[in-house]
């Protein structure tokens, strides 16, 4: 590609400003040839006169068209400039009288051409403008030496043409800072525009509602979950935006809040309770420097979730007593366990070996208790690997039918072909079937097929199901919403863990346990990945 392709085209406004000028200067020359006849003296019209007229009218034409100027080559404007300068010269030539102050129109032209060009030709525009000075100064010369042989004078020529060069230089440079000065506050346009966009995008994906005003308390941004917080319409909102009205005409009662919070607690503390439209929210002030001069930030969230968040700390806070109280409490309950058994042992009074059998109960019901909940402490902490799940399944159900004795008939097997393998962790879901299995076995009929286990896959072939179903009497649907919180059992003897405990490892694994319940008995499903080959 040549150079000529990659100038960049002339601003429309320094195009506009030379086409002005240019139009100015004939206008002004024309004017100073016209004088003579205004003062009727009638003379017959020079050749000066209609050489005015022509540029003048070259000059009048140019400026009504001067957008076609604009164009990539820049050939014609270059020629244009070209001429200007040309003109000027012969008018020196032929305008003795006014020759200094005509040649000083040179430096305007050379301005403009650097201005135009990028300051790309100004050099070369005032180069033309030095031969044309020189030039038209030596035919001066050569004419007067004839009448005068001493008469030898280049000064003012020189000096002119000094003082072209010097303008081309300056008017070089300053394009050159001002193009670079340009260049970069349109990248920081540019980069201001993209932060801008991108702290939209953040607002607008925000959990919480942000509103922005200025220091008068005008809205300045907002986003969606502002106006679902505060029960608004997004349409409210912008016509608040567009005519700048205050944070007041829109919710009057955050406006109060903050014209009652003292200077010093605009900065990130704990959030305001503050009930608007029957709706809880928490309400957070921030300014945006050290004070309201450059406005402030008004964060809204839902309380409801503030005090979720809490409770969730709280939990995690007692989770973790919890099991350092589960863990000491183990030892001294080993040992009440350990004598109770001696005492079983030399014991012959019924009473008395009664009373110790009710301790003993009670021990392990204690010692179960803690193990769930050092389970539960520990469910993070998995040790996954691959295996078949069809021969998991199969050691699992002779197992679970040897040790809790359950007859075979009564608890029925079925695994369909080429299910594959899983990555889970054996201890995990170990407990989790059994655990779902007891309670299945325990609230069944007890009878045949009461109690089935089966392995099936699901259309996509992405995921293997366990399911777990028994023919009771299904869950009472006012427990099922606490189907799975710890604590939670309708018998007598049960922790209330193992469900939860249960849908904590499945989570842990990647997998998840899920349950349906009618009038004919339950199931509990338990959806795994399957491992593609």
């Not at 070259?58 to 003109?87: C, E, M, N, P, W």
């Not at 029957?278 to 309400?283: Q, V």
């Not at 001696?342 to 012959?348: N, P, R």
């Amino acid at each position: 590609m040549s150079a000529t392709h990659l100038e960049k085209a002339p601003d429309l406004q320094h195009l506009r400003l030379y086409s002005l000028y240019r139009l100015c200067a004939s206008g002004m020359l024309l004017g100073s040839q016209l004088w003579p006849y205004l003062k009727q003296t009638y003379e017959p019209p020079s050749f000066v006169f209609w050489l005015l007229v022509v540029f003048f009218f070259y000059a009048l034409t140019v400026s009504f068209s001067f957008r076609h100027l604009q164009s990539k080559s820049g050939l014609a404007l270059k020629l244009q400039t070209s001429l200007d300068i040309v003109f000027i010269v012969v008018m020196m030539h032929f305008l003795q009288g006014g020759q200094s102050g005509i040649g000083l129109l040179l430096i305007i032209n050379i301005i403009f051409a650097g201005l135009i060009s990028d300051g790309r030709f100004a050099m070369f525009y005032a180069a033309i403008a030095t031969i044309g000075i020189l030039l038209e100064n030596t035919h001066q010369v050569l004419k007067h030496s004839l009448q005068d042989s001493n008469y030898n004078d280049y000064s003012s020529a020189v000096l002119l043409s000094l003082s072209c060069f010097a303008t081309a230089w300056l008017a070089q440079t300053l394009t050159s800072r001002m193009q670079s000065s340009e260049k970069l506050a349109t990248e920081r346009g540019q980069d201001i525009e993209q932060l801008a966009r991108t702290n939209a995008l953040i607002t607008q994906e925000m959990p919480n509602g942000v509103l922005v005003i200025d220091q008068h308390q005008r809205l300045k941004h907002y986003n969606l979950q502002a106006c679902k917080l505060l029960g608004l319409e997004d349409s409210q909102c912008q016509e608040i935006v567009k005519s700048q009205a205050t944070l007041s005409m829109l919710t009057p009662a955050i406006t109060q809040l903050l014209q009652s919070a003292p200077a010093n607690k605009l900065a990130p503390q704990d959030a305001t309770k503050l009930t608007i439209n029957n709706r809880d929210l928490g309400i957070r002030f921030h300014a945006i420097s050290e004070n309201t001069d450059n406005g402030v930030v008004i964060f809204i969230e839902d309380w409801s979730q503030i005090q979720t968040q809490a409770h969730q700390v709280k939990l995690a806070a007692l989770g973790r007593l919890t099991a350092n109280i589960a863990h000491e409490i183990r030892n001294p309950l080993s040992a009440i366990s350990h004598a109770t058994q001696l005492l079983q042992e030399d014991s012959v009074d019924p009473g008395t070996e009664r009373m110790l059998q009710i301790i003993s109960d009670n021990v392990q019901r204690l010692d179960q208790i803690i193990k769930d909940v050092l389970e539960l402490n520990r469910r993070d902490r998995t040790n996954q690997e691959q295996f078949k799940i069809k021969n998991f399944i199969q050691e699992f159900y002779q197992q679970f039918c040897a040790v809790e004795k359950i007859d075979p008939q009564n608890f029925t097997l079925s695994i369909a072909e080429k299910q594959g393998s899983v990555v889970f962790d054996r201890r995990h879901i170990n407990q989790i079937l059994w655990n779902l299995c007891k309670n299945g076995w325990r609230h069944s009929k007890q009878q045949a097929r009461s109690l089935q286990l089966k392995v099936t896959g699901d259309k996509s072939g992405q995921f293997i199901h366990v399911l777990i179903k028994d023919d009771g009497d299904g869950i009472d649907p006012k427990i099922q919403p606490h189907l799975f919180e710890p604590f939670m059992t309708t018998e007598k003897t049960g922790t209330g863990l193992g469900l939860f405990i249960a849908r904590e490892l499945a989570e842990a694994n990647g997998a998840k346990l899920d349950y349906s319940s009618t009038l004919s008995g339950t199931q509990f499903s338990l959806t795994i990945k399957k491992v593609l080959v």
